[in-house]
């Protein structure tokens, strides 16, 4: 794949334009304050009366309403909430979307599931951080980036490759590497990645060893720190060096119980069920299930909150943490 550093990005591609950011949360934040410090001409599109306008002015931002800004901006990026998105492009945005504009989005939700249709006279492209924003935004500061992904749907104007290349300069991307790639790749398997592995596979794992354990008649705080608090330990092993570097660190009875015993935990079946989760996200049922399940006002979503909420582990943890914090 492609990968694009500073010297492919100019940053005179975004002179002379004003670039809309939609939602003032981590991201929205995080880009929107980059790029300023960049030197683009960023105005916000918020809620006047949300609490994040008022946030966003105490940054010094130009704080206007969705709709003005839309209106207003040479390039509109959207940021705030997959599940709200098409609601908001629909009402503020799609009617100020006229020709040689630019519509920008950080997912691929969106435009890949079809609940954005853009016109076709516009250029539509993505700039998307492999990073929280407050990472994001820390390493900027810090004088480097975070990596990111680059993918164009529409090139209306001839000129969407480089703009997208800018703003991602300006938030500090090409810094570290940004990658080309296409919005269904960057949404289907960033949806993969979190439903199997980083957040759904990660928190069953999680609370299924917590479980086996306290079952076992095992004290709850012990099994709170073998299943849970040493995750983050084991994780930074592997970020910095790979699962070779983990194995290597580890103790060799820890490597031996690791290499011979995890295959009982991921079985066949596992990725069979891996496989439908994948056939899922790309045939679009599962966009269209968390779309129907957000009007439906989340109730299966809210359910599950509080479940987790009043979890053995969750209870135990909250107390365990409440030690260890600085007095």
Not at 103 to 120: C, D, E, R, W, Y
Request: net charge neutral; with cysteine.
């Amino acid at each position: 794949m492609k990968v694009y550093t500073d010297k492919d990005a100019i940053l005179d591609a975004l002179k002379g334009l004003t670039v809309a950011v939609i939602g003032f949360g981590a991201q929205g934040r995080a880009q929107a304050l980059c790029m300023r410090d960049s030197g683009v001409n960023v105005v916000m599109g918020l809620r006047l009366d949300g609490d994040s306008a008022k946030e966003a002015k105490k940054e010094g931002l130009t704080v206007l309403s969705i709709s003005e800004a839309a209106q207003k901006a040479d390039i509109v990026h959207i940021l705030i909430p997959d599940e709200v998105q098409g609601e908001v492009y629909a009402k503020d945005i799609a009617p100020y979307m006229k020709k040689g504009k630019t519509l920008s989005f950080s997912h691929g939700f969106n435009i890949s599931f079809k609940k954005i249709t853009p016109p076709a006279d516009i250029d539509v492209l993505m700039v998307a951080p492999k990073s929280p924003g407050t990472e994001e935004r820390k390493r900027y500061l810090e004088g480097f980036g975070v990596p990111g992904l680059l993918a164009i749907y529409q090139n209306s104007s001839g000129k969407a490759k480089e703009r997208g290349l800018a703003m991602a300069k300006a938030c500090g991307f090409t810094r570290a590497g940004v990658i080309e790639c296409t919005f269904q790749q960057e949404v289907f398997e960033d949806l993969f990645g979190e439903q199997a592995v980083l957040c759904g596979g990660l928190s069953e794992l999680i609370k299924a060893g917590f479980e086996t354990l306290t079952n076992a008649g095992y004290p709850p705080e012990m099994a709170y720190f073998e299943c849970l608090h040493e995750m983050k330990l084991i994780v930074d092993l592997v970020y910095e060096g790979g699962m070779t570097y983990m194995h290597d660190v580890i103790s060799n009875t820890a490597e031996y119980g690791s290499r011979t015993r995890g295959k009982l935990i991921i079985t066949e079946q596992t990725r069979e069920n891996m496989k439908q989760m994948l056939k899922d996200i790309e045939s679009g049922k599962f966009a269209d299930e968390w779309i129907a399940e957000y009007k439906a006002g989340c109730p299966n979503l809210n359910r599950m909150r509080e479940e987790e909420k009043n979890h053995p582990m969750e209870v135990i943890g909250r107390e365990i943490r409440a030690l260890f914090k600085k007095k």
